[in-house]
């Protein structure tokens, strides 16, 4: 098996902080925030698959059908 390198890059970092925030805001759950926060950034590390094997997503709401052809 081979090991990659997983770089969250800035524009992924501020999108986990709005999702972050999100639920801070509208739950008003900030321990649940940050949890889910690190869990996305810890999620990227188990990721099976090379960032290489999949398109490039200009969109990130074609991101739907990206996923779903890989399932």
């Known amino acids: 098996m081979t090991d990659y390198e997983v770089v969250i890059t800035a524009i992924a970092q501020k999108e986990i902080l709005a999702i972050g925030q999100y639920i801070n805001d509208q739950f008003?759950?900030?321990?649940?925030?940050?949890?889910?926060?690190?869990?996305?950034?810890?999620?990227?590390?188990?990721?099976?698959?090379?960032?290489?094997?999949?398109?490039f997503v200009k969109n990130r709401f074609e991101l739907t059908d990206v996923v779903n052809n890989y399932q």
């Open 28 to 55: 008003k759950r900030p321990d649940t925030a940050r949890k889910t926060m690190l869990n996305i950034a810890k999620g990227a590390n188990k990721l099976r698959f090379p960032a290489d094997s999949f398109p």
